[in-house]
């Protein structure tokens, strides 16, 4: 079997996720961000705002039952699946041909059907090699819902920013409440960045104020959303590499010596540059300052994996 030598990338530039996965999930979290709430919920919060009850305000926004958290959960799961399902079939489908081809729709069962298998080969008492790595269907909801704790941290924020900024007793609740609704999916830099433009339009007598300002709401949202899959498809491709590799194991398209490499970018932390050039079997983890881990070690962290085989 031909050897898994990948090029040599390390130290030329700092290495992120494919910019086709980053495609893909930044056009479903987009149209995550933008989700609403319903008449009936923003008319509770017009009321909440007639009596001064800002803290009620952020709780029917972000908080439960019919609410962008809710909302957001679901689309989050959505958008985190879709791209490990991408990449881990991709790359499932390079190391088994050599050249980028489509698997069959039973490619991604087989992905997810694979953390029942690890699992259930688990016995008590001893230590298996998979422990600390998350599998595939924990791994989408763990991320979905770590990434919805903190973008709903960061609406909260906004919110209440923007609260300060424009609230007063003699500003109409639907003018308020018209203000919050340009926050929605905006963290709180961004947020103001929208206020402090809106802010200059009218102090210039700028025409097509509204129409100026929700076009460049829009870029705003977009930027957001491309930052987060950035972030997001780094940990998404990292895992997808990793389970597509341990299936590819499983199924003799990659012999069982196989080894995974860690690669550091050129500009890579102290923590990273440390692990540069070490080798694990398939299925290992990284031990590393913070435990058993796989790239990205951290946010912006420009780190991947290669698989070599001799």
């Not at 987009?30 to 509770?44: K, R, T, Y």
């Not at 341990?246 to 080894?259: L, R």
Request: hydrophobic share 40%; net charge positive; with cysteine.
């Amino acid at each position: 079997m031909a050897a898994f030598v990948a090029l040599n990338v390390k130290k030329a530039r700092a290495i992120g996720p494919s910019p086709s996965l980053v495609a893909r999930m930044k056009s479903m979290l987009a149209a995550a961000l933008v989700d609403d709430l319903s008449p009936e919920s923003w008319s509770a919060v017009a009321r909440a705002l007639k009596y001064g009850s800002t803290q009620l305000v952020e709780d029917l926004i972000v908080g439960t039952g019919e609410s962008l958290t809710r909302a957001w959960g679901e689309r989050f799961v959505a958008a985190v699946r879709d791209a490990y399902e991408h990449a881990a079939n991709t790359e499932l489908a390079r190391v088994k041909s050599g050249v980028r081809i489509f698997l069959s729709k039973a490619a991604p069962d087989r992905l997810m059907e694979r953390g029942e298998a690890m699992r259930a080969e688990r016995k008590p008492g001893k230590t298996n090699r998979f422990t600390g790595v998350p599998h595939s269907d924990e791994f989408i909801r763990r991320q979905a819902a770590s990434l919805v704790v903190r973008v709903s941290r960061d609406q909260r924020q906004a919110i209440r920013e923007s609260l300060l900024a424009r609230y007063s007793k003699e500003r109409r609740p639907e003018t308020l409440v018209r203000d919050l609704k340009q926050t929605i999916g905006l963290d709180p830099r961004r947020a103001k960045a929208l206020r402090n433009f809106e802010d200059q339009l009218r102090a210039s007598g700028s025409k097509n104020v509204v129409t100026q300002v929700e076009r460049y709401r829009k870029e705003l949202l977009q930027n957001r959303a491309e930052t987060i899959a950035r972030t997001e498809s780094a940990v998404v491709e990292g895992q997808a590499k990793f389970e597509a590799w341990n299936i590819a194991v499983d199924e003799g398209a990659v012999p069982v010596d196989a080894e995974m490499e860690w690669v550091s970018s050129a500009d890579a932390c102290g923590a990273c540059a440390f692990l540069d050039g070490e080798r694990v079997p398939v299925g290992d983890a990284f031990p590393s300052s913070i435990g058993p881990a796989l790239p990205p070690l951290h946010p912006n962290c420009g780190c991947t994996l290669v698989l070599r085989s001799f």
